[in-house]
């Protein structure tokens, strides 16, 4: 299986919105609502800040949200802010117990 | 607090073996399933392997099927990767992570999200 495609970077101004895409396929992402996204800082452990197309764990911003259309979900981050500089990854079953990833996504705060 | 540390890594030589661990604190081991995560140098994430809360099925990613074994010791809160057959693609960070998922009526389930991490041990395969 090929990783779910994700652009390679983006970037946004202090307070202005951007949003990640990924994409995959009708046998993994879309057919599945186990769609979860992961922010990586430079040199640290991923950290889970939406799961389940949409939601939020507790304690992440509500700048943080999720949506999914077809085999693309998305990954929008309001009110950006130079913490949000970071790695993001989309992850999603792929059937038969499996997870994919997507290739990653570098933010960039202007 | 809810920890996860691994240990085990460092460099190995082609064809050689290594056993990585992740030992767990802060929450009931027994309860959750567990994944271990890859991260090739200047990569992205790649899933590696999951295992059930009690040990009782096991899921390998195509690339490791066969070489990897995943484990658990739910007496001693650890969990572990065999890996047998090493390549010199294997060279990557691994992080265990732990299943957000939950139990009920005494069934536990996997959900696929992993709410924790450890902070990695490095695999060299040179």
């Known amino acids: 299986q090929s990783a779910l495609t994700q652009p390679a970077s983006v970037s946004g101004s202090p307070g202005q919105s951007i949003t990640i895409s990924c994409t995959g396929t009708s046998s993994d992402l879309g057919s599945s609502n186990l769609v979860s996204w992961y922010q990586q800082h430079s040199g640290k452990a991923p950290k889970l800040i939406i799961f389940?197309?949409?939601k939020r764990p507790s304690g992440v911003s509500d700048r943080f949200s999720g949506s999914k259309s077809g085999n693309t979900a998305s990954l929008t981050v309001s009110g950006l802010q130079a913490e949000d500089e970071a790695d993001y990854y989309c992850c999603s079953y792929a059937g038969s117990k499996t997870l994919l990833f997507g290739g990653g996504t570098k933010l960039t705060v202007l | 607090q809810v920890q996860l540390v691994e240990s085990g890594g460092g460099v190995v030589q082609p064809g050689r073996s290594l056993r990585l661990s992740c030992t767990a604190s802060?929450?009931?081991?027994?309860?959750?399933?567990m994944h271990w995560v890859r991260q090739a140098p200047g990569k992205g994430l790649e899933w590696v392997a999951t295992i059930s809360h009690d040990g009782g099925n096991k899921y390998y990613a195509e690339s490791v099927k066969g070489p990897f074994t995943i484990s658990r010791d739910n007496s001693k809160n650890t969990l572990h990767l065999q890996m047998n057959s090493l390549r010199v693609e294997d060279t990557a960070v691994y992080y265990c992570?732990?299943?957000?998922?939950?139990?009920?009526?005494?069934?536990?389930?996997?959900?696929?999200?992993?709410?924790?991490w450890g902070q990695g041990t490095t695999v060299t395969v040179s």
């Open positions: 802060g929450f009931i081991f027994s309860s959750y399933g």
């Open positions: 389940d197309v949409s």
């Open positions: 992570a732990k299943d957000q998922g939950y139990c009920s009526n005494g069934v536990c389930y996997l959900v696929y999200n992993m709410d924790v």
